[in-house]
Structure formats: structure tokens, C-alpha cells
């Protein structure tokens, strides 16, 4: 089985920085796409930041020039360093990864339980 934990979170003040950390492990044959995602309170869930496994990224416009998302293949780990934050982007913080658990089986899409990001003003 396959596991994802992330960690990280907390309550931070606006313009400050933190680091979300997510590894994944359990019985994995290849890691693909790895990415973050967020939901605030009454909001949809909605995609942050995506990585490749060859390191090609995607942003979201909201977080584009202050989020770095990056990834250590050797620790089937991935991060996103977030910096200048808003209180807008509070939210609980999800990972997820897009793996194959054997070298016959298709990928499919693991999530994480999520990490909580509080920016306060």
C-alpha cells in the first residue's frame, strides 16, 4: 500500500515563509507527476503547483513568483516552499502523487491527509 504524509503546516504572519514537505512510501514502482493542491473553507479544492518527473513546473497565477514547488526523487519526497504569504492563502494543503505500485499496473492518483497553512494579517 501506498502512503503519503505531509508536513510542514502552521499559522504563520502575512509575508512570512514555510516549507511543506510530502514522502511518500509504501510499494512504488515509479513516481510520475507529484503535485500540491488546496481547499479554504467553502472553497473548492484547487491545484497550487505541479511537478513532472522530469522537473517541468506549473503554478497556479496566485502563487506564481512566491511558491517553489521541487521534488527529491532518491526520498520519493516533494516540497513547495512558500514565500510572501497572504491570508488568502489559507487552507489546508494537500499532496498528491501519481504512481505506479508495479511495472504492470497503470497510474493512478495517491492524496496525502493534508497539513493545515494559517496566514494571519
Known amino acids: 500500500q501506498v502512503q503519503l504524509v505531509e508536513s510542514g503546516g502552521g499559522l504563520v504572519q502575512a509575508g512570512g515563509s514555510l516549507k511543506l514537505s510530502c514522502a511518500a512510501s509504501?510499494?512504488?514502482?515509479?513516481?510520475?507527476?507529484m503535485g500540491w493542491y488546496r481547499q479554504a473553507p467553502g472553497k473548492q479544492r484547487e491545484l497550487v503547483a505541479t511537478i513532472t518527473s522530469g522537473e517541468m513546473t506549473n503554478y497556479v497565477d496566485s502563487v506564481q513568483g512566491r511558491f517553489t514547488i521541487s521534488r527529491d526523487n532518491a526520498k520519493n519526497t516533494v516540497y513547495l516552499e512558500m514565500n510572501s504569504l497572504k491570508p488568502e492563502d489559507t487552507a489546508v494543503y494537500y499532496c498528491?502523487?501519481?504512481?505506479?505500485?508495479?511495472?504492470?499496473?497503470?497510474?493512478?492518483?495517491?492524496w496525502g491527509q493534508g497539513t493545515q497553512v494559517t496566514v494571519s494579517s
Open positions: 509504501g510499494i512504488i514502482f515509479r513516481i510520475n507527476d
Open positions: 498528491k502523487a501519481v504512481l505506479r505500485t508495479r511495472a504492470y499496473t497503470g497510474p493512478r492518483d495517491y
